[in-house]
């Protein structure tokens, strides 16, 4: 099974539970007024701000405070103008670490996730050293109970999906970015609700790690997952279920 999808579905259970509430509400709202300002304000037409409210809704945030990003991000209210950026490098153990970045103030961002590496036994790379390593995948996941594989591998094949793996609690369906909102469509349109719909960057190899490596790289995620500009955190390495289960006794 993929330690990425782990970290996948982990990252995910995360964010529905953080008690740091208003760190992962700050978050997402900066989420949703980039991809307003990149790509509209109308999601039907705007496949990322799609997601963003999907994340949004996922952690209860109320529709005014929703709608009122997506005005700040289309110039409808004034707000914080943010850049977005990729950071590369390599955690313990050799794993390849993809980074999304939404910050106004890049010499601030850099800075803080070079040490942030640094600290954590990582090292911060140079464009293009780890970018080859994935590829963008659009990423639905379904609870396990709330569908038989059998219903679900028709459906999601039916709306453009490229694969399907049981992933713990989580059905991981992965599909090309550009039918991400058909799949998810499909899938609501065949009884099937997904908890999650979003772009990702998909490992094309995984790393896997024994225990000690296993502990250094989840404090690392850990580390940059409280970075405020940080906003996504992809990674190519592989846990075993025995050794996560020791992770989480």
């Known amino acids: 099974m993929s330690g990425h999808s782990k970290w996948a579905t982990t990252k995910h259970q995360k964010a529905v539970k953080d008690a740091r509430r208003g760190k992962l509400f700050a978050k997402t709202i900066r989420m949703v007024e980039v991809a307003a300002r990149d790509g509209g304000g109308n999601p039907d037409a705007n496949p990322t701000l799609a997601d963003a409210i999907s994340r949004a809704r996922a952690i209860s945030m109320p529709n005014d405070t ?86 679900l591998m028709m459906a999601a094949m039916e709306a453009g999906a490229d694969d399907i793996v049981l992933d713990g609690d989580y059905w991981q369906v992965t599909c090309d970015p550009t039918d991400l909102q058909q799949l998810k469509v499909g899938l609501v349109g065949a009884g099937i609700e997904p908890e999650s719909a979003r772009f990702s960057m998909e490992p094309n190899a995984s790393v896997p790690l024994d225990r000690d490596s296993a502990d250094k790289v989840l404090k690392l995620m850990d580390a940059l997952d409280d970075e405020d500009d940080v906003q996504e955190i992809y990674a190519n390495f592989e846990i075993s279920d025995e050794i996560m289960a020791e992770i989480n006794a």
């Open 66 to 151: 929703i709608e009122r990003a997506v005005k700040r991000g289309t110039g409808d209210l004034e707000g914080v103008k943010y850049e977005t950026l990729t950071y590369e490098g390599y955690a313990p153990g050799g794993v390849a670490v993809f980074l999304e970045v939404l910050t106004d103030n890049r010499n601030r961002a850099a800075a803080d996730v070079r040490r942030v590496f640094t600290k954590n036994g990582g090292t911060l790379g140079d464009p293009g050293s780890v970018a080859w390593m994935f590829t963008k995948k659009g990423v639905v996941l379904i609870p396990a109970g709330s569908a038989t594989e059998d219903d």
